[in-house]
């Protein structure tokens, strides 16, 4: 059974970087044709792809947000861990961490998902 | 950037034939994915790869592709299926490897 769920401060800061974890089980990122994405949603609006990380360890994201996202991973912990340097009130939203599905095809897309981390940009 | 684009909303009466459009340029040489969304719930795949249905998706569920438009059917719509939905697709490129459409509010007379 796959779980992902995601953990981190409900408030920052204008201008510090946000940090947050995904904790998942049911599969290992060090597996073929698995990876991790994270995907945004502000109140009321769409959904955002942020970034995705491979079982490679290769790393793609949103060319939009790329100077400001990180994503990074600790397979021995099932952790996936992204990053997002100089929050803005407009970054408030929730925040997912979803499992690609897609194994290795050079498709991506997203069929479990976690239940999402609130997150509130404000002074 | 790239752009998929969707209704706003979309409405049905239950047991009517909903069908929710996503277009985009590169649709006709990329597979789309969609995602059922409730309030205050994380997303749900319920058709990828155009058509395919995971399991557990109820059968009312579909998927079609014609051109540079996708579509999500649903067949004798139910209460519960009002929802947002959401495609998502990469651009032609890889420069945008997951896009999201704005979403559709699917609302159930």
């Known amino acids: 059974q796959i779980t992902l769920e995601e953990s981190g401060p409900t408030l920052v800061k204008p201008t510090q970087t946000l940090t947050l974890t995904c904790n998942f089980s049911?599969?290992?990122?060090?597996?073929?044709?698995?990876?991790v994405g994270w995907i945004r949603q502000p109140p009321g609006k769409a959904l955002e792809w942020l970034a995705l990380?491979?079982?490679?360890?290769?790393?793609r994201y949103n060319p939009s947000l790329k100077n400001r996202l990180t994503v990074a991973r600790d397979s021995s912990k099932n952790q996936v861990f992204l990053t997002l340097a100089n929050m803005d009130p407009v970054d408030t939203g929730t925040y997912y961490c979803?499992?690609?599905?897609?194994?290795?095809?050079?498709?991506?897309?997203?069929?479990?998902w976690g239940q999402g981390a609130l997150v509130t940009v404000s002074s | 950037s790239y752009e998929l684009t969707q209704p706003p909303s979309v409405s049905v009466s239950p047991g009517q034939t909903a069908r929710v459009t996503c277009s985009g340029d590169?649709?006709?040489?990329?597979?789309a994915h969609w995602y059922q969304q409730k309030p205050g719930q994380a997303p749900v795949m319920v058709i990828y790869?155009?058509?395919e249905r995971p399991s557990g998706i109820p059968e009312r569920f579909s998927g079609s592709t014609s051109g540079t438009t996708v579509t999500l059917t649903i067949s004798g719509v139910q209460a519960e299926d009002e929802a947002d939905y959401y495609c998502?697709?990469?651009?032609?490129?890889?420069?945008?490897?997951?896009?999201f459409g704005g979403g559709t509010r699917l609302t159930v007379l």
């Open positions: 590169a649709l006709g040489n990329q597979y």
């Open positions: 998502q697709s990469p651009d032609s490129t890889g420069f945008y490897p997951v896009v």
């Open positions: 979803a499992h690609r599905g897609g194994g290795d095809s050079l498709l991506d897309y997203f069929d479990y």
């Open positions: 790869k155009d058509t």
């Open positions: 990380i491979y079982w490679t360890g290769d790393k």
């Open positions: 049911g599969f290992s990122l060090s597996t073929s044709g698995l990876g």
